[in-house]
């Protein structure tokens, strides 16, 4: 296999494992466990698996974080969208805007 098919294998194997709900367990982690997370794609990246351009495991958390929030945001028939506030639409008038008569 060349490294552009181990690269794929591992984003979608390792990467998708340690990424895996990450939104119920994330909070809960300590520095000393993002630092043994960050280690272990630094490991990757040693050994040619993880490129040193992808994202850091702190932004491939936040990047999952904010994809499943959009999803439950922008889709109504999702689960969860019926237990979101009603969104409100506020207008502002700013001192450019108001009429002096």
């Known amino acids: 296999m060349d490294d552009v098919q181990l690269q794929l294998i591992y984003r ?13 367990w994330w909070g809960f982690t300590s520095a000393s466990d993002r630092q043994r ?3 272990f794609l630094c490991r990757g ?11 850091t495991v702190v932004q ?4 999952a974080d904010e ?5 439950i945001i922008y889709n ?3 689960i969860i969208h019926p237990l979101l506030p009603k969104q409100l639409d506020y207008c502002y008038i700013g ?3 108001a009429q002096i008569s």
Do not use: C, K, M
């Open 37 to 39: 997370l960050e280690g």
């Open 95 to 97: 001192p450019d805007d």
């Open 45 to 55: 990246r040693r050994f040619g698996l993880h490129p040193a351009d992808q994202p």
């Open 60 to 63: 491939l958390i936040e990047e």
């Open 12 to 24: 979608a194997v390792v990467v998708a494992t340690l990424t895996y709900v990450s939104s119920s």
């Open 67 to 71: 994809t499943v929030f959009d999803n």
């Open 76 to 78: 109504p028939l999702h």
